[in-house]
Every structure is written in C-alpha cells, then in structure tokens.
C-alpha cells in the first residue's frame, strides 16, 4: 500500500508521520525485502511507541498477516495505530530510533 493511501487510512499521523513510519521500516528492512520478520517488527514497534513486548505482540497478533507471517509495511503501520499516538512528529521518530 503506498504512502498516501496510509495517511487518509491513519489520518492521526498524517502523510508526514506515515513517511516516518515507513523510513523507520526501511532502516530495519536491511535486506530491501519489503517487509519485516514478527520479531524485528515487535522491537522496532516497541522502540516506537515505548510499549512492553506482550503489548505489542498482542496488537500484531489483531493485524491479518499472511500464511509467511511477514509484516508488511501497512501492517507496521496497522500495528502502531493500534496504540495512542507517541509521537508527534517525524524528527521524534528519527530520535527514538536513534537513541537521543
């Protein structure tokens, strides 16, 4: 699913908040396969949205996944708007993810 249509899906985190998203995706993504292993995308959403493991699992577990259980870029997105939004912005993103 491209960006736009995540952002008037998502409309709490806005096209610039789903570009974020999908840069952050990209950064664990290292192999350029377009999409995530679960356990890569429970850590990355954990880092997001500062939510402990069963948390975060248990929102993956309530997005439909195909038979790979791979985790799709607009599952990512799906995952993390299943949490109240933590961030504001997508340089608060680019600071989670970095560590500042």
Known sequence: MNVIKLAR?????????????????????????GYLDEA????TAQQLERKPYDEVRAALKQVELDSSRRVELDDFVDVC????????????????????
């Open 9 to 33: 899906k998502y409309p709490q985190f806005g096209q610039d908040g789903v570009f974020a998203l999908q840069d952050t995706f990209n950064r664990q993504d290292e192999e350029c396969r």
């Open 40 to 43: 890569t995308a429970i850590k």
């Open 81 to 100: 708007a299943s949490f109240p939004l933590k961030f504001c912005c997508p340089s608060k993103v680019y600071f989670i993810m970095n560590g500042y």
